[in-house]
């Protein structure tokens, strides 16, 4: 162990936790550190989170070797380039790891997390760390507090391992951020393949556990934020019923009828083990943003040893199924998994689901997003208020945002302007009163009607798109368009305050993951949860991302572009034509990367505009070849 202890001993006052003449205190705090056993395991980072805490709890390793494995992979491995993290303090980290080593060292309980480290959504509160949701407005903003549930992992003996970079505001399912000079904001990449998008709005959180240098996190769900980006990390994404994870104040929101922070994990035991700290069993849903008059019990009991054999799933035909229907790869690897589904037991129930999408558009729009321009500001007022940051006003905020046409369209909402034609203030509160409650409905009958258990479907319809071909529009040269919001599937399940997981099938070709979601009633927390360990165990596990980044000794470039149309894909107005910009954002790499194909990538313009390599991983996810992309 001396070489461990002399290891430690240097980084610890590399990074300032101890100081160089403090002798005796340097060796109190390496005594208190050491484990029982003499038998520590290699490659930490590679054990999930319910292998870690077991090994924590019996002092085989301590909280500070584990979190130093931690430090080490994400220097060796170059992650930096991934733009995971927007706060990461080391040194913090490392003392909040050695405070939980001392108590242990005095005979105190550190059960039951015994300083396992979790990852947070730079949306949510936590004492001591800056909230900014990635927006210049909050950059300095430090909360007076911590989100409650934050509050419950570390009274059960947990650390925090830092804040994770996301979409600005939590504003989209891709976490593109434009880099705008002074801004100092990024583009989480993904952490399979950084010419792909992250997913959104939780794409740090996401890619910082694929890539194993954090072992699970906290995410946050309004549309999507937690299933999109664990689709595009090959992890598990989970949305609970609103209200069962208790934020209250500490949660900078994008609006109070869709959002719930919600939890990430690489393997279902991982997030069980996880949702069973942070999640309030002794609540029932009657937090803000439920539905009135409709209790139903937050407790969970998970069944371990739950057969699939029997168990009806519902297929929604407008949820990809067969409106738009599945494209490329990710229709090849969905139907592999039906097939998987149905060898195992598992009865397939396609329905037609345009009851649906016909009553949330009576309620208020198509998903009802009209909804946004009237609570959107009211519940950042609040959250401001709350949080005592009493000299930044929403109109600070907005006018500040980074990305171009979030900045536009958020400004609009101060005055209702893009919302007027679709309602007004009287017409959303007989939404919330009567629209919202009819969607919920609806999505409940939508089980009943067809006998099923469980809803599953795909969140991305087409496979992870590139950062260039994402937003809004892409046509590509063999004239087919992708309009990835219209081909995702993330938002009526939001709106009908539904629990819904996310879990991984496979790779594509490029060593891109793909996914599928099921998704259940308010209250099936202990359903989706138990289906999903089953069907992690039929799927099995996913192959690990590179150990070293390709982006390693490089940084990703992404400039927003302009469209230079105002049409909706036909919808609203003719098509783009074939001289315009089809897509905002342009990605390019500075540096030398050390995967070659990198270097060259984007230098020919958006991908929509013209040729592009496209960065194909094998198998092993090791190495590369290139190929040119004529289709997303």
């Known amino acids: 162990m001396t070489s461990v202890k002399s290891k430690l ?3 610890l006052l590399l990074m300032g936790v101890i100081a160089a003449t403090a002798g005796d205190s340097s060796r109190l705090l390496l005594q208190a550190s050491a484990p029982a056993s003499s038998v520590v395991p290699t490659n930490l980072f ?8 077991p090994l924590l709890c019996n002092r085989t390793i301590t909280a500070v070797e584990y979190v130093q494995a931690l430090f080490d992979y994400y220097e060796q491995g170059a992650f930096a380039c991934l733009n995971s993290f927007i706060s990461f303090n080391q040194t913090k980290v490392l003392a ?3 405070a939980i080593d001392a108590k242990a060292s005095a005979g105190q309980d550190i059960t039951p997390l015994c300083g396992m480290p979790l990852a947070v959504k730079d949306s949510i509160n936590v004492l001591g760390y800056r909230t900014t949701g990635a927006t210049p407005a909050l950059a300095n903003a430090y909360p007076p507090f911590s989100a409650p549930l934050v509050d419950q992992y570390l009274a059960a003996n947990g650390i925090i391992l830092g804040k994770m970079n996301l979409a600005e505001l939590s504003s989209s399912i891709t976490s593109i951020n434009p880099n705008v000079p002074g801004n100092n904001i990024t583009t989480p990449l993904n952490a399979y393949n950084q010419t792909k998008i992250a997913g959104g709005s939780s794409g740090g959180s996401a890619a910082s556990v694929a890539a194993r240098f954090a072992p699970w996190a906290l995410c946050e769900d309004t549309g999507g934020s937690c299933r999109a980006p664990a689709l595009a990390n090959a992890i598990f994404g989970f949305r609970p019923t609103i209200g069962c994870y208790n934020y209250s104040d500490g949660l900078l929101p994008a609006t109070f009828t869709r959002d719930t922070v919600g939890s990430m ?5 991982d997030l069980i083990l996880l949702d069973s700290i942070v999640r309030d069993s002794n609540f029932t849903n009657t937090a803000v943003g439920s539905i009135p008059d409709d209790p139903v019990p937050c407790a969970v009991q998970v069944n371990h040893k739950m057969a699939l054999n ?6 929604p035909s407008n949820f990809g199924w067969v409106n738009p229907g599945l494209q490329g790869e990710q229709a090849t690897m969905a139907n592999a998994t039906l097939a998987k589904l149905e060898a195992a037991g598992v009865v397939l129930v396609p329905f037609d689901s345009s009851n649906l999408d016909n009553i949330s558009n009576t309620a208020w729009g198509p998903g009802s997003p009209e909804s946004y321009g009237f609570e959107e500001q009211d519940t950042l007022a609040i959250y401001l208020e709350r949080n005592g940051y009493n000299n930044i006003t929403v109109y600070d905020v907005w006018s500040q945002i980074n990305s171009p046409d979030l900045r536009e369209s958020d400004l ?12 007004n203030f009287a017409d959303w509160i007989e939404y919330l009163q009567t629209g919202r409650p009819a969607i919920a ?9 067809n006998q099923v258990d469980v809803l599953l479907y795909t969140g991305y319809s087409v496979p992870i798109p590139p950062i260039d071909a994402a937003q809004p529009n892409v046509q590509f040269l063999n004239g087919s368009i992708s309009d990835l919001y219209a081909e995702s599937f993330f938002n009526l399940d939001s709106t009908a305050t539904a629990t819904a997981l996310a879990f991984p099938i496979g790779l594509d070709s490029t060593g891109t993951p793909t996914g599928l979601m099921i998704a259940g009633r308010p209250g099936d927390d202990s359903l989706l949860l138990s289906v999903g360990l089953a069907l992690e165990k039929l799927i099995g596990p996913m192959p690990q991302p590179p150990t070293m980044a390709g982006c390693m000794d490089c940084t990703a470039n992404v400039t927003y572009i302009p469209t ?6 036909g919808l609203m107005g003719p098509l783009p034509l074939a001289n315009e910009t089809w897509t905002n954002f342009k990605l390019t790499f500075d540096g030398t990367c050390m995967m070659p194909e990198l270097n060259s990538y984007g230098k020919g313009g958006p991908l929509g505009q013209g040729l592009q390599q496209a960065i194909v991983l094998n198998a092993a996810m090791n190495a590369t070849s290139t190929s040119v992309a004529t289709a997303g």
Request: hydrophobic letters at 40%; zero cysteines; glycine letters at 8%.
């Open 265 to 269: 994990g690489r393997t279902m035991e």
């Open 96 to 98: 909040d790891a050695a």
């Open 412 to 423: 609009a909402v101060l005055n209702y302007t893009n919302n007027e034609p679709s309602g």
């Open 564 to 569: 230079t149309y105002n049409s909706s894909l």
């Open 310 to 315: 029997g168990l009806r799933m519902g297929l």
């Open 9 to 11: 001993l240097a980084a």
């Open 441 to 449: 409905q609806a999505w409940k009958d939508a089980f009943t009607d």
């Open 46 to 53: 590679n054990l999930t989170a319910s292998e870690v805490v």
